[in-house]
T-cell receptor, first 114, second 111 residues
Framework: NAGVTQTPKFRILKIGQSMTLQCTQDMNHNYMYWYRQDPGMGLKLIYY???????DKGEVPNGYNVSRSTTEDFPLRLELAAPSQTSVYFC?????????????FGEGSWLTVV | GEDVEQSLFLSVREGDSSVINCTYTDSSSTYLYWYKQEPGAGLQLLTY?????DMKQDQRLTVLLNKKDKHLSLRIADTQTGDSAIYFC???????????FGSGTRLLVRP
């Protein structure tokens, strides 16, 4: 059972370059999320999706784009990388149950913009 | 507004109890969560509590919720070196299913 899988794990980008962080989950979860974690800080929500074809902005969406063409995949796109986007990115997914919203996280993608 | 605050650092001796505290501001929170993050890894859900509960116990973990003061705590009994990690408190807003995270408390367990 793979859970939430993110790629790549590490990446160095030059200012102005673009890239896509891939995320896939095999738990048939309808909700998916992208968070970023800056050093010594908690997680900030970038974008989230409540189902295929539906996306919405979180707390810090500027500089990012997402799409949700399938239930399984939720890629995060950086169009013009900036040093302020140096961070650790976590993809997550969840389902709604009577016991609360249990969110499962991927292992993270370390991104450095130089 | 939505804000979750935690102390940054806690150091305990192996075998002692650890208590990690958290305060939140949004009274509409439905669930409150504790996550553990080990170095270089993602977040692992430890436990959660529904907002109409005062306490929840799960093996060595005890969660206490004071809804009046918007205060949440995580007690780890018989703390082990393997418990050294960053612990995040998070509140869940039922209307959107988003989580608001605190900055994390780094727990160091000394032998």
């Amino acid at each position: 059972n793979a859970g939430v899988t993110q790629t790549p794990k590490f990446r160095i980008l030059k200012i102005g370059q673009s890239m896509t962080l891939q995320c896939t989950q095999d738990m048939n979860h309808n909700y998916m999320y992208w968070y970023r974690q800056d050093p010594g800080m908690g997680l900030k929500l970038i974008y989230y999706s409540v189902g295929a074809g539906i996306t919405d902005k979180g707390e810090v969406p500027n500089g990012y784009n997402v799409s949700r063409s399938t239930t399984e995949d939720f890629p995060l796109r950086l169009e013009l990388a900036a040093p302020s986007q140096t961070s650790v990115y976590f993809c997550a997914s969840s389902y709604t149950t009577g016991s609360g919203n249990t969110i499962y996280f991927g292992e993270g993608s370390w991104l450095t913009v130089v | 507004g939505e804000d979750v605050e935690q102390s940054l650092f806690l150091s305990v001796r192996e075998g002692d109890s650890s208590v990690i505290n958290c305060t939140y501001t949004d009274s509409s929170s439905t669930y409150l969560y504790w996550y553990k993050q080990e170095p270089g890894a993602g977040l692992q859900l430890l436990t959660y509590i529904f907002s109409n509960m005062d306490m929840k116990q799960d093996q060595r973990l005890t969660v206490l919720l004071n809804k009046k003061d918007k205060h949440l705590s995580l007690r780890i009994a018989d703390t082990q070196t393997g418990d050294s990690a960053i612990y995040f408190c998070a509140e869940g807003l039922d209307s959107s299913y988003k989580l608001i995270f605190g900055s994390g408390t780094r727990l160091l367990v000394r032998p």
